[in-house]
């Protein structure tokens, strides 16, 4: 079983930035892939971005390309996600999830929820007009 807890998430004022941080409880094996997702109230969960914990292989939501950047820390069993140009409407709980997946060290970046096993208790993101 493996543990998250995002870390990293405040009050920030339109284009602005933010750096957070998902610490896994222990090693994260090579063939999970690790996502972020986020939900604003009386909306759905939406995928934002995911990567491969081996490989260079990264995937990003539309709305945020060009602003967010994922990245992994292999030793520090850790994920980051890079916000930057914060905009009111990424205002939301951001969750940093794990795709299980199988043995295989080719398993797409998949967007959908449903799809990851764990998930971190979420950290809150607020960017003010």
């Known amino acids: 079983q493996v543990q998250l807890g995002e870390s990293g998430g405040g009050l920030v004022q339109a284009g602005g930035s933010l750096r957070l941080s998902c610490a896994a409880s222990?090693?994260?094996?090579?063939?999970?892939?690790m996502g972020w997702f986020r939900q604003a109230p009386g909306k759905e969960r939406e995928f934002v971005a995911g990567?491969?914990?081996?490989?260079?292989?990264?995937l990003y939501a539309d709305s945020v390309k060009g602003r967010f950047t994922i990245s992994r820390d292999n030793a520090k069993n850790t994920i980051y996600l890079q916000m930057n140009g914060l905009k009111p409407e990424d205002t939301a709980v951001y969750y940093c999830?794990?795709?299980?997946?199988?043995?295989?060290?080719?398993?797409?970046?998949?967007?959908?929820?449903?799809?990851?096993?764990?998930w971190g208790q979420g950290t809150q993101v607020t960017v003010s007009s």
């Open positions: 222990g090693r994260i094996p090579s063939t999970y892939v």
């Open positions: 999830a794990a795709d299980t997946g199988s043995s295989s060290y080719t398993r797409p970046i998949y967007r959908a929820d449903w799809e990851y096993d764990y």
């Open positions: 990567i491969r914990w081996s490989g260079s292989a990264s």
